[in-house]
């Protein structure tokens, strides 16, 4: 499955949920709507004097929190479908290491760490495919591969013997260090109140 395929599936499922939460927060504020319209009806019908004006202040202030109550179940509509796209993108990250190209984006991002290294003896922490992939290009004698932590997701993690130095360059880390700005693109693209 390519990235394209998997966004564009995470785009649909993300697009079903939202229209699902969408259609229940509009049916909500239709019902508080609707309540605080029958509300208003009675308590004009009950009084237009001062008792009247008060309860005008009163369905105004009914109608602002009914407003603001479907804002925020939209809002928070729209947080959960950005919070459930990104936990799916962060779920499907190991499949990539099973792709044909994972190899070639593994290297890569071990050629962008390679200027950082320290001097001396230098730990690389790989994943199996990796460290087939790079075993050719980092044949120096000076490199030593040990497994990366499981906490991680592919790419690479390198370090000098004593542990002080580390650069970190995993699909994982890679996720995270986006996840800022994926979120702010996905909650551009999903609709708002007035659309």
Same mark, same amino acid.
């Given at each position: 499955?390519?990235?394209?395929?998997?966004?564009?599936?995470? =785009?649909?499922?993300?697009?079903?949920?939202?229209?699902?939460?969408? /259609?229940?927060?509009? %049916?909500?504020?239709? @019902?508080?709507? &609707? $309540?605080?319209?029958?509300?208003? &009806?009675?308590? %004009?019908?009950?009084?237009?004097? /001062?008792?009247?004006?008060?309860?005008?202040? /009163?369905? $105004?202030?009914?109608?602002?929190?009914?407003?603001?109550?479907?804002? &925020?179940?939209?809002?928070?509509?729209?947080?959960?479908?950005?919070? /459930?796209?990104?936990?799916?993108? %962060?779920?499907?990250?190991?499949? +990539?290491?099973?792709?044909?190209?994972?190899?070639? =984006?593994?290297?890569?991002?071990?050629?962008?760490?390679?200027?950082?290294?320290?001097?001396?003896? =230098?730990?690389?922490?790989?994943?199996?495919?990796?460290?087939?992939?790079?075993?050719?290009?980092?044949?120096?004698?000076?490199?030593?591969?040990?497994?990366?932590?499981?906490?991680?997701?592919?790419?690479?993690?390198?370090? $000098?013997?004593?542990?002080?130095?580390?650069?970190?360059?995993?699909?994982?880390?890679?996720?995270? @260090?986006?996840?800022?700005?994926?979120?702010?693109?996905?909650? @551009?693209? +999903?609709?708002?109140?007035?659309?």
């Amino acid at each position: 499955m390519g990235y394209e395929e998997l966004i564009r599936h995470l =785009v649909r499922t993300a697009e079903a949920r939202r229209d699902g939460i969408l /259609a229940r927060a509009r %049916e909500d504020a239709a @019902k508080i709507t &609707e $309540d605080a319209r029958r509300t208003s &009806e009675t308590v %004009e019908r009950d009084g237009r004097d /001062a008792t009247g004006r008060e309860a005008s202040l /009163a369905r $105004d202030r009914s109608m602002n929190r009914a407003r603001q109550e479907a804002n &925020e179940v939209r809002v928070r509509a729209r947080a959960a479908i950005v919070d /459930a796209v990104l936990a799916r993108v %962060e779920e499907r990250l190991p499949l +990539l290491l099973d792709e044909s190209r994972y190899p070639a =984006v593994a290297e890569r991002l071990y050629r962008e760490i390679l200027p950082e290294f320290p001097e001396g003896n =230098v730990i690389l922490r790989v994943d199996g495919v990796t460290r087939a992939a790079l075993e050719r290009s980092a044949s120096d004698a000076s490199i030593r591969f040990e497994p990366l932590p499981e906490t991680e997701i592919g790419g690479v993690e390198a370090s $000098d013997e004593g542990g002080t130095f580390l650069v970190r360059n995993t699909l994982r880390s890679r996720f995270v @260090k986006a996840r800022p700005a994926l979120m702010v693109e996905l909650w @551009k693209r +999903l609709p708002g109140p007035d659309e």
